[in-house]
């Protein structure tokens, strides 16, 4: 079993043995994420045992949908919550939690998959690689602080985008929809959906830079 495994047990295992702890979490289930990461902030092991409860489930849909993979799913959202026990001290959140949780999952999914085609290209698991798969296994390991960087910029470039391409992009990227179900709910063609989608990673790439989008999106752009 993995040592960063055991160590999140343990800290598990901290919090389930507190004092009054089914009382307590009945009353930390009532808080706010606000709350909870203040008291996180000063070491509380309920408030982290609750923001585990509350989120685990969702992050881990997300990243196994990604990866498909359950058990680097696993790995990759236990990754999440050991940082966040970790830096609890100094974590400053900016936005809405639940996003920055999100964030911190394609995050992972992106670093993961670059590692990946590293691996792949190196051992001669694929065959010709794509450009973008070629420039993809290159690039650096990303810094949390440069993806959230990133992350803020394509946000306010798609939040310029038209109404029904932003609704289309959104619908595509974060609710991971195909283009029949998108044609579908809005009631459009399939070549509608897709001349939106090109249309937003055309803006995208000239707002942001094609390495950038690659960087965000590129775990998309290669299925």
């Known amino acids: 079993m993995p040592l960063q495994f055991l160590k999140f047990i343990s800290i ?17 289930s009532k808080l706010s ?6 008291l996180l902030q000063r070491g509380d092991q309920s408030a982290f045992t609750q923001i585990y409860n509350t989120y685990w489930e969702k992050l881990f849909y997300i990243a196994a949908k990604k990866l498909s993979d359950e058990a680097e799913a696993e790995e990759s959202v236990q990754d999440i ?9 100094k974590l400053h959140i900016q936005e809405n939690f639940e996003k ?14 670059q590692k990946a085609l590293r691996r792949a290209i190196i051992e001669q698991k694929i065959g010709a690689a794509t450009d973008e798969e070629l420039k993809l296994s290159q690039m650096p390991d990303l810094s949390m602080e440069y993806f959230e960087e990133l ?25 991971e929809y195909t283009n029949k179900k998108i044609a579908a709910e809005l009631n459009i063609s399939e070549k509608a ?20 989008v690659l960087i965000l999106l590129g ?5």
Request: net charge positive; aromatic share 8%.
């Open 151 to 175: 992350q803020t910029r394509l946000d306010k470039v798609v939040f310029s985008l038209p109404a029904k391409c932003q609704l289309v992009f959104k619908m595509s990227r974060n609710e």
């Open 12 to 28: 598990s295992l901290l919090c389930l043995n507190k004092s009054g702890v089914l009382e307590g979490m009945n009353t930390y």
């Open 193 to 212: 959906v897709e001349k939106h989608v090109t249309h937003a990673l055309k803006v995208l790439k000239k707002n942001l830079g094609p390495t950038a």
């Open 100 to 113: 920055y949780l999100v964030s911190a999952v394609h995050y992972q999914i992106i670093n993961r998959r």
């Open 81 to 89: 919550f050991l940082k966040l026990w970790d830096n609890r001290a």
């Open 219 to 223: 775990h998309e752009l290669l299925k």
């Open 33 to 38: 994420d606000l709350e909870l990461i203040s």
